[in-house]
């Protein structure tokens, strides 16, 4: 009975200790709660939903009525002709996704932070965070303007004594202009969390390398690089993670006719097959796969990184 007492008292302690940090900082603990909420509505909930993908599940019959078939959605998948082409153009999008939206908000935050006229800077700041806040309609619309027969690129073209070409409906053009678009949207908003982190940085390191004799590109290298770099490697991780969600909204504007063998990914698939055909079973178990992809790639890039930056956990 005795040994139980050290337990009991450290139980007793933590819970008075965490009644004194809500006290403290209530306004804190509330804020975190429509995160709680929306964490729980629509990731935690849904997810019970998940089982469907074992069954031949009926709308009207209900996940209770509808007939267990194991894996049989599983193996429809893997043997489905196309499936390898799906596959294929997700990796190789979210690959060069990845590659090319990781670096770029770093280079930029990096631009941003050695801008010193206040005015300038915040201008460029709201300038490159407005794309974000377009939808993916209003991108795409933009894109096939300015690449279409009579944008400005092609105006250009002409200018110089080329032939007019119809990019988007180029296959060859499909993933560039698809990781443009991303980098046009998201690049500048991704900034916030490294500019967040650079001014984190204890301004005597600086110090430190001026009376060293480094110049303005040695601190960028050998200071604001190494103490940005543990912020990196977590975006970078929570990116792997949805290295199989590309997103159907970004992909669909972009898709024409003549690229569909290029820009049909799982999530346009999951469109076609689960929203027009209604095979709410074999969509579930394609999004079960991409979890599971997802999950298997972020443990692997987290066991590699710990020793940078300590991982996610």
Same mark, same amino acid.
């Given at each position: 009975?005795?040994?139980?007492?050290?337990?009991?008292?450290?139980?007793?302690?933590?819970?008075?200790?965490?009644?004194?940090?809500?006290?403290?900082?209530?306004?804190?603990?509330?804020?975190?709660?429509?995160?709680?909420?929306?964490?729980?509505?629509?990731?935690?909930?849904?997810?019970?939903?998940?089982?469907?993908?074992?069954?031949?599940?009926?709308?009207?019959?209900?996940?209770?009525?509808?007939?267990?078939?194991?894996?049989?959605?599983?193996?429809?998948? @893997?043997?489905?002709? $196309?499936?390898?082409?799906?596959?294929?153009?997700? !990796?190789?999008? %979210? =690959?060069? *996704? +990845? #590659?090319?939206?990781?670096?770029?908000?770093? @280079?930029?935050?990096? $631009?941003?932070?050695?801008?010193?006229?206040?005015? !300038?800077?915040? %201008? =460029?700041? *709201? +300038? #490159?965070?407005?794309?974000?806040?377009?939808?993916?309609?209003?991108?795409?619309?933009?894109?096939?303007?300015?690449?279409? !027969?009579?944008?400005?690129?092609?105006?250009?073209?002409?200018?110089?004594?080329?032939?007019?070409?119809?990019?988007?409906?180029?296959?060859?053009?499909?993933?560039?202009?698809?990781?443009?678009?991303?980098?046009?949207?998201?690049?500048?908003?991704?900034?916030?969390?490294?500019?967040?982190?650079?001014?984190?940085?204890?301004?005597?390191?600086?110090?430190?390398?001026?009376?060293?004799?480094?110049?303005?590109?040695?601190?960028?290298?050998?200071?604001?690089?190494?103490?940005?770099?543990?912020?990196?490697?977590?975006?970078?991780?929570?990116?792997?993670?949805?290295?199989?969600?590309?997103?159907?909204?970004?992909?669909?504007?972009?898709?024409?006719?003549?690229?569909?063998?290029?820009?049909?990914?799982?999530?346009?698939?999951?469109?076609?097959?689960?929203?027009?055909?209604?095979?709410?079973?074999?969509?579930?178990?394609?999004?079960?796969?991409?979890?599971?992809?997802?999950?298997?790639?972020?443990?692997?890039?987290?066991?590699?990184?710990?020793?940078?930056?300590?991982?996610?956990?």
């Amino acid at each position: 009975m005795d040994s139980a007492h050290p337990n009991t008292a450290g139980v007793a302690f933590a819970r008075e200790r965490l009644a004194t940090n809500v006290r403290k900082h209530w306004m804190l603990y509330v804020m975190v709660i429509p995160g709680i909420v929306w964490f729980v509505m629509f990731r935690l909930i849904p997810d019970a939903g998940a089982v469907i993908a074992f069954q031949d599940y009926n709308i009207f019959r209900g996940m209770a009525g509808s007939e267990w078939v194991g894996l049989k959605h599983f193996r429809y998948l @893997i043997t489905y002709p $196309g499936f390898y082409q799906i596959l294929g153009n997700t !990796l190789l999008l %979210g =690959l060069v *996704t +990845i #590659l090319f939206g990781w670096p770029v908000p770093i @280079i930029l935050a990096l $631009g941003i932070n050695e801008v010193r006229v206040t005015g !300038l800077k915040r %201008g =460029l700041q *709201t +300038i #490159l965070y407005l794309p974000h806040f377009f939808s993916w309609v209003v991108i795409a619309g933009l894109f096939f303007q300015v690449l279409g !027969l009579n944008g400005v690129v092609n105006n250009v073209i002409d200018a110089l004594g080329g032939d007019r070409i119809l990019f988007v409906q180029q296959r060859w053009f499909f993933r560039p202009m698809v990781v443009l678009a991303s980098l046009y949207r998201d690049s500048g908003y991704g900034t916030i969390v490294y500019l967040a982190a650079i001014a984190s940085i204890n301004p005597e390191l600086y110090e430190s390398a001026m009376m060293d004799g480094a110049n303005k590109i040695q601190q960028i290298i050998h200071v604001t690089i190494p103490m940005i770099l543990p912020t990196a490697f977590v975006l970078l991780l929570l990116r792997i993670g949805n290295f199989m969600q590309l997103g159907f909204d970004r992909i669909w504007n972009f898709l024409t006719p003549l690229t569909w063998s290029v820009g049909d990914v799982f999530d346009t698939y999951v469109y076609r097959v689960g929203i027009t055909e209604g095979q709410y079973s074999l969509t579930t178990a394609i999004g079960l796969f991409q979890s599971l992809v997802g999950f298997i790639l972020i443990y692997g890039f987290n066991k590699l990184t710990k020793k940078v930056s300590g991982g996610l956990w």
